[in-house]
């Protein structure tokens, strides 16, 4: 499916329905196959120990889900998430961004599913690993 969206319109439209985030995230490449953002780290998004937190990589694995979802069903503002089950594997590293590698595994009518590997930026490893589905608005 073709993408509705290109990265400054996704952008724009993410700052319009999520005000509240704008600025903690971008998009360095988005297109049929992958989509990779990146969580603009900073202290806000540390726990104690320095390292990024939990509900922070959550943020990320939620918002690259919902922009996959997005860029291939066109600005439907009311689609949710209802599940998520994530896997924090191994300690992000401290004082760089966090990236989300999301792919698209299904898109229905009224569900889609998406698989996210958080990386820390410059790191082969993941860090985190997360599958989540999105529940879409009927049409009308």
Same mark, same amino acid.
């Given at each position: ?25 971008? +998009? *360095?490449? =988005? ?7 990146? /969580?603009?780290?900073?202290? $806000?998004? @540390?726990?104690? !120990? ?35 089950? +994530? *896997?924090? =594997? ?7 961004? /966090?990236?989300?590698?999301? $792919?698209? @595994?299904?898109? !229905? ?32």
């Amino acid at each position: 499916m073709a993408l509705q969206f290109t990265i400054p319109e996704m952008t724009a439209y993410l700052d319009k329905v999520f005000p509240q985030v704008q600025g903690m995230f971008g +998009i *360095d490449r =988005m297109d049929e196959d992958l989509l990779i953002m990146r /969580l603009h780290n900073d202290e $806000r998004h @540390l726990r104690p !120990g320095g390292t990024v937190s939990g509900p922070a990589m959550f943020s990320l694995a939620d918002v690259a889900a919902y922009v996959a979802t997005m860029a291939r069903i066109g600005p439907q503002a009311l689609t949710v998430t209802t599940n998520c089950a +994530i *896997d924090f =594997m191994r300690k992000p590293a401290a004082g760089v961004d /966090l990236l989300a590698h999301a $792919r698209l @595994l299904k898109l !229905g009518r009224a569900l889609s599913v998406t698989d996210v590997l958080l990386y820390s930026e410059g790191k082969p490893e993941p860090v985190a690993r997360a599958n989540l589905t999105y529940s879409i608005p009927p049409k009308g």
